[in-house]
């Protein structure tokens, strides 16, 4: 069992829910968040003594998958949040045991 954790940019939020629609998920969450990465236009930024912080908005979604249609899920998230710009986001994969 696998835990995708994928963060993507708001507008594209709907659309990343609607390709893993019929995928095979043991389960799912949806959080809004804010942050800021390399978008260079939105890190900090030091103005004489003040200090301003700009984050941007995002959507987390948290799945868990089984390991056989990891490579599947991947694909389908990818394949609708990635348009190769700065700031599209990360998709993170972690293994996870399961205690019953």
Known sequence: MK????????????NVLAALRRAP???LTVTEVKGYGRQKTYLDEYQETEYSEAFVPKVEITMWVDDSRLEETLEKINAVARSGRIGDGKIFVMPITTFQ
Do not use: G, S
Not at 3 to 14: C, G, K, S
């Open 25 to 27: 998920l043991e389960a």
């Open 3 to 14: 835990q995708i954790i994928t963060v993507v940019r708001p507008h594209l939020a709907e």
